[in-house]
């Protein structure tokens, strides 16, 4: 005889997630299936129907694998194993950390992903447990201070459908894809995350969330699971789910914990009819607010406050994408918002929609590009114009001109530094008189990770490495810290970011020197003049203040060296060079600094020579022009190559990219000193080396020894003795290869 089939109560048909339960005990004829009632879980509707809570126990036991749950000694000691949100969502509690495990105790063990996501949200290996559901909410309360309702919990995305061009948005049925994309969305705004990728990949789809800048993988959906999670996601973002060809561009906005966040969508094809999705998280409750919460400074703060309380002209933010640049132009609007102000913005997209603010969306598609929206704006009487990004010359001119006639006008440009600034304008044929008169000031920025402040500690110089140290010699290092990692930034050791800026403020020497055209070089130092503070110097501050890291530091800003950039270049033109056997070898990036004392004069110029390729190449590293003359020239007397550099940075970019045959180098060299130097090329590239120094301390001679120096030549001995102790580390012979001049 056939059971009949149990019909749950129309309260429970939907929220039940246990409803396995039924169908296990229905298997069995239990007659508890054929009395249910209206219940927060299946198992209680069991219980209250009849049934055994141990036969239940014992069967959801049985059936998940996992031992029943003691709850005799859970207290409000471990509510710090597993935050209130997650064990409030997953109706779960912990029980006690063994190790690297951590017990947890469910009523729905064979939830799905559960296991999975309680690690990802603890941070350890998770072992389930199986308790009722009532002790679960009974031990919930122990713990947390605060009881589970018995009822269905609210969802904490709720999707908020607009209506669309081609109608009214359906609101997808709710099941495991919803569920699931619910899901993704909201441990991203728990973890604070900007993007959520989903990258496809041979088998299945990747789901990597970007925190703080950074890029993590997350999960992966199953190949019969991912296309429908892209689908639904394109529906609830007004995108055509049958256009797989092109790529789209949508929105969409959810209640998360009951604050509205809006969501940007873009798909990409790829090959095989794949596509590639990111949602760009804009949580307004989130955003920073105000100058000192994005990280700056009270000195930087002030200087920019006295930018944006200008009555007209125009400020800058430039930096690359990425950079934090809208952020800020939207802490100035709120900081310029009152109710006697008209504040006006045009942007690509809008990202925040800012309350008391005309925002207007840019739409090139129906000829409202930043140029003509510009130009109406400004015959809206607005007090407050903010151009999103100053992509062109007309959107410049434009801008320059409303900030010349009674305007504020706010903007980004995607330059590397604020000086920079000036010139990317002349570049796109912004008039130079005109920008000189209209321009208040640009900020330059960078972002960086704060150190967590749950796990990074202290740290000395001497646990840097040597191209570190030197970046703080002469600095204050008592309060550097390091990165560590531990659960609360999810074991980066960096948890939030900050801004490092670059705020200059136009002088009237440099309204002249931007009249005339002047290059950067004059444009920096004037502003430096003026009080502006570098971004490499701004940002080691806050390495000197324990806030970031040197490392963190070094990963986005890099330290104001022109001869590292030349450096780049200039190894290029050395190895065409000696590939061609042109007449001289370029010369490396020289400081122009005089010979130190006790050094023979340096001879005259004289014609540089053309040497055979198989000549041995000779890597000198000295921060005397005129020492560096002598010492080639008396090698190339020899038959040597000569490439020179003037500092130890640059050294060691040549012997990277070069493959010297032997290298001579000064102890006391900038950026780099020769002991580091010496170990990195010995420790990468077991380049030999010959030191040829102004230093008599027998201690240094020593370590120098240490490190594998073949020859150790005092400088008082002149560039000629060190010509002879090179010829023998290269087994030349005795009479050598000498060229007439």
């Not at 495990?101 to 939830?111: I, K, Q, S």
């Not at 969409?252 to 604050?259: C, I, L, M, N, V």
Request: with cysteine; aromatic share 4%.
């Amino acid at each position: 005889m056939t059971t009949p089939q149990a019909t749950p109560p129309r309260e429970a048909r939907v929220p039940w997630t246990d409803r396995w339960l039924l169908d296990a005990l229905r298997q069995q004829g239990h007659p508890a299936v054929d009395r249910l009632t209206a219940a927060p879980t299946a198992w209680d509707s069991l219980v209250a129907a009849g049934a055994s809570p141990k036969e239940i126990l014992d069967l959801v036991c049985q059936m998940a694998g996992a031992p029943p749950a003691d709850l005799s000694g859970v207290d409000a000691s471990c509510a710090k194993l597993l935050p209130i949100k997650f064990a409030a969502r997953y109706s779960v509690v912990p029980i006690r950390l063994n190790g690297a495990v951590l017990d947890v105790a469910c009523a729905n063990p064979l939830a799905a992903s559960l296991e999975r996501d309680l690690a990802f949200a603890a941070g350890h290996q998770i072992r389930l447990t199986v308790a009722a559901p009532r002790d679960v909410r009974e031990a919930h309360e122990r713990i947390y201070g605060v009881s589970i309702s018995g009822k269905v919990p609210t969802p904490r995305l709720e999707w908020v459908i607009k209506e669309g061009p081609l109608g009214a948005r359906s609101l997808p049925t709710r099941g495991m894809v919803l569920d699931s994309l619910d899901r993704f969305i909201a441990d991203a705004l728990d973890q604070r995350a900007s993007d959520i990728h989903f990258e496809p990949k041979e088998d299945d789809l990747l789901v990597r969330f970007r925190v703080d800048g950074i890029l993590h993988d997350v999960t992966r959906i199953s190949s019969d699971v991912a296309p429908l999670v892209m689908s639904r996601l394109k529906v609830l973002a007004g995108l055509d789910i049958a256009d797989r060809r092109r790529p789209q561009d949508g929105r969409a906005s959810t209640k998360f914990d009951g604050r509205v966040v809006d969501l940007r969508v873009s798909t990409l094809p790829l090959n095989d009819r794949l596509e590639k999705a990111v949602i760009r998280l804009l949580d307004a409750a989130s955003a920073a607010h105000g100058l000192k919460s994005l990280g700056f400074t009270p000195g930087e703060t002030h200087r920019v406050t006295k930018l944006l309380e200008q009555n007209e002209g125009m400020v800058l933010v430039t930096g690359p994408t990425g950079s934090g640049k809208t952020t800020t132009l939207y802490a100035a609007v709120e900081n310029a918002r009152s109710a006697a102000t008209n504040i006006v913005t045009v942007e690509d997209p809008i990202e925040y929609n800012l309350e008391g603010i005309n925002q207007v969306q840019v739409n090139e598609r129906a000829g409202l590009g930043f140029a003509s929206a510009l130009r109406s704006i400004v015959r809206q009487d607005p007090d407050v114009i903010l151009v999103g990004e100053i992509r062109d010359g007309e959107t410049a001119g434009i801008a320059v001109k409303a900030g010349l006639t009674g305007h504020l006008v706010l903007s980004t440009l995607h330059t590397i530094d604020a000086p920079s600034a000036i010139g990317r304008l002349a570049d796109i044929g912004v008039d130079m008189g005109a920008l000189s008169g209209a321009l208040k000031g640009v900020i330059a920025q960078r972002l960086v990770r704060r150190l967590c402040e749950a796990c990074s500690l202290p740290t000395t110089v001497e646990e840097l490495p040597a191209e570190q140290q030197l970046l703080l010699a002469g600095k204050k290092t008592e309060k550097i810290r390091k990165a560590v990692g531990c659960e609360a930034c999810r074991g980066t050791g960096y948890r939030g970011r900050m801004v490092v800026p670059e705020v200059l403020v136009v002088s009237d020497d440099m309204r002249t020197a931007i009249a005339r055209g002047a290059d950067r070089v004059e444009l920096h130092d004037l502003a430096k003049r003026a009080g502006m503070i570098p971004l490499w110097e701004s940002g080691l501050r806050r390495v000197l203040d324990g806030t970031t890291a040197l490392p963190e530091l070094l990963d986005n800003v890099p330290p104001p060296h022109a001869s590292e950039q030349s450096a780049d270049v200039d190894a290029q033109a050395i190895i065409t060079g000696l590939r061609v056997g042109a007449t001289g070898v370029p010369q490396g990036t020289t400081t122009g600094t005089v010979a130190p004392a006790g050094l023979a004069s340096a001879p005259p110029p004289r014609p540089s020579r053309s040497m055979p390729k198989d000549a041995p190449r000779v890597l000198v590293v000295h921060d005397s022009r005129e020492e560096r003359r002598a010492i080639r020239y008396a090698l190339e007397d020899i038959g040597c190559a000569v490439i020179e550099s003037a500092d130890g940075v640059a050294a060691l970019t040549y012997a990277r990219r070069l493959r010297p045959t032997l290298m001579v180098t000064e102890i006391a060299i900038p950026r780099l000193d020769g002991f580091a130097l010496m170990q990195a090329v010995a420790t990468e590239l077991q380049l030999p080396a010959v030191v040829y120094t102004v230093q008599s301390d027998p201690g240094a001679h020593q370590w120098a020894h240490d490190l594998g120096c073949v020859a150790l030549v005092p400088a008082e001995r002149g560039a000629e003795a060190l010509a002879t102790s090179v010829r023998h580390a290269l087994g030349m012979p005795a009479t050598g290869m000498r060229l007439a001049v």
